[in-house]
């Protein structure tokens, strides 16, 4: 089985994934990160120019940094049917973050056996029962085709602005920290996941799931890591869950 391959875009904090055995000649895309830093006070996507840097066997690194705010490094490792997105953030402001967090983007809008702009094919998990996403709650905010879901471990909502400040978490539905899509054969997923988690993400509109990775309460010159995959495999999604519970869970 050959390794995915990775096409990163210079300057920008975008990626593609593509020579995926199980999604023959399509691309995945990455927002890697679209926000990150303090979640009280996040740094978003254009406020730094990020470098690329080509590593061995595929795998790239994309390093950043906003003075007297933060540095970070993402290193994104392609394997056989999954992505590995390592995130490192170091607080070089003058306050305690008290989350810190990555907003990383997997966009499946452009894969059309993967597009769910309905939310029919998203499932995740709630006390340990797979569960199809629009059985749950969902609460309408200022952009209703996203919601945000509280996390297994994580803070709640309330507790984190760049959560609440979307408007758009419902209340007492708790997710372990992953999300899947479902391809229209029923037989393919691509998930993200991450450890630790600070908080999922859906958009309809675009077809893109997030799992935050979540790196915790960071000094000032402290650094926090959390590892962010991508899989894509071709199972059920009880098969992937067990494989996932061994690795990640």
Request: include cysteine; hydrophobic fraction near 40%.
């Amino acid at each position: 089985m050959a390794r995915i391959q990775l096409t990163p875009s210079p300057g920008h904090m975008g990626c593609s994934a593509t020579g995926i055995e199980v999604f023959p000649g399509d691309r995945f895309g990455f927002g890697v990160p679209e926000s990150i830093g303090d979640a009280a006070r996040p740094v978003w996507f254009g406020a730094v120019e990020p470098h690329w840097n080509e590593l061995d066997d595929g795998a790239w690194e994309q390093v950043g940094r906003l003075e007297d705010e933060l540095s970070y490094r993402i290193t994104m490792t392609p394997l056989d049917d999954h992505v590995d997105l390592a995130v490192e953030v170091t607080n070089e402001s003058d306050r305690i973050w008290e989350q810190a967090m990555a907003f990383n983007c997997f966009q499946c809008g452009g894969v059309p056996e993967i597009a769910d702009h309905e939310c029919l094919r998203h499932w995740v998990a709630t006390d340990g029962v797979l569960t199809p996403l629009i059985e749950l709650p969902r609460v309408f905010g200022p952009r209703p085709t996203i919601q945000l879901y509280n996390v297994e471990g994580a803070p709640m909502a309330a507790e984190v602005p760049f959560v609440s400040n979307f408007q758009a978490t419902p209340e007492g539905v708790v997710l372990e920290p992953w999300m899947a899509i479902r391809s229209r054969d029923g037989k393919r997923l691509a998930v993200t996941a991450s450890q630790p988690c600070l908080t999922l993400f859906q958009n309809m509109e675009y077809s893109c799931i997030h799992a935050s990775p979540w790196m915790g309460r960071l000094a000032p010159g402290e650094s926090g890591q959390a590892l962010n995959r991508v899989y894509f495999v071709e199972a059920s999604l009880e098969d992937w869950h067990a494989r996932y519970r061994e690795e990640l869970g």
